[in-house]
């Protein structure tokens, strides 16, 4: 995942210049101009002197990277918008990628692109305040952003489109809890966490339906010992084995196919 790093601008140096208002090397110049004139332009030089004025460009610099960044967004995904041209990654959540897909409602889902629509719908025209936090690798800033009064980050994740991302924060793993108790958003389904997604993006991620089409009505059921058995309609277990395709459980259409597949019939 992308690395984290201080939100922080680097200053600049103050302009070279030849002339006597230049950087301190003049110093013993204007405090000689201090003692002779006093007055006025005694408080002038000292002025020039002080750390604040030869770097005031730079303390200005450093304050207004600090600044909260307002205005309409743009929603890029799920956990990204963008502001008068800067760039914000959502802190401390990790939502599906664009090209995501997950499985609700018994089939597969583009929840990446729907985390996006959700994002979308709850902001509206509404202004956007965000409070950077820090400066990701990509140049994005990295923050906590309000809409309608209302952490955005923590809604998100609350409603079930977005996971706490805890490799760097744990500021929103109660709202994921409540999330999958409430089977909220995408814990309706099944689904593969954004990080495990962009880690084997080159790889094909094959995803089971818990619910199966009609012909296919066999349980393909994994024991906690590890036994792979299947279990037909008319089964004494039938009603009551649930299938789990995260844990490699799966449907069949037909006995030989489960068979085929490695399980045994159950002997009820």
């Known amino acids: 995942m992308r690395k984290v790093i ?10 070279p210049s030849s002339g006597p208002w230049g950087p301190r090397r003049n110093a013993p110049w204007l405090l000689a101009f201090a003692v002779l004139f006093g007055g006025a332009g005694g408080y002038l030089a000292f002025d020039l002197l002080s750390p604040a004025s030869v770097s005031g460009g730079s303390v200005q610099s450093a304050a207004a990277a600090s600044e909260n960044i307002m205005g309409q967004a743009s929603i890029i995904d799920g956990d990204t918008l963008e502001i008068h041209g800067t760039r914000i990654r959502l802190h401390g959540i990790d939502a599906p990628e664009s090209d995501q897909l997950c499985l609700l409602n ?9 985390a996006a629509h959700v994002l979308f719908n709850k902001i509206g025209d509404s202004v956007v305040s965000c409070e950077p936090r820090d400066m990701d690798r990509y140049g994005r800033v990295v923050a906590v952003c ?3 009064g209302e952490d955005l980050n923590a809604w998100m994740v609350s409603n079930g489109w977005a996971l706490a991302f805890r490799e760097y924060s744990l500021d929103y793993v109660q709202q994921e809890q409540a999330a999958s108790a409430a089977k909220a958003g995408m814990w309706q389904g099944e689904f593969v966490a954004p990080w495990e997604w962009r880690r084997h993006e080159d790889v094909v991620i094959e995803l089971t339906p818990s619910v199966p089409a009609e012909e296919c009505a066999i349980k393909g059921n994994i024991s906690s010992s590890g036994e792979r058995i299947y279990h037909v309609p008319d089964g004494q277990y039938y009603s009551r ?12 259409c037909s006995e030989a196919e489960a068979k085929a597949a490695g399980w045994r019939r159950s002997k009820r």
């Open 146 to 148: 309000f809409a309608h």
């Open 6 to 15: 201080p939100f922080r601008r680097r200053q600049k140096r103050p302009p």
């Open 106 to 114: 018994g089939g597969p889902s583009q929840c990446g692109q729907e």
């Open 241 to 252: 084995t649930k299938i789990s395709p995260s844990k490699g459980e799966r449907w069949f």
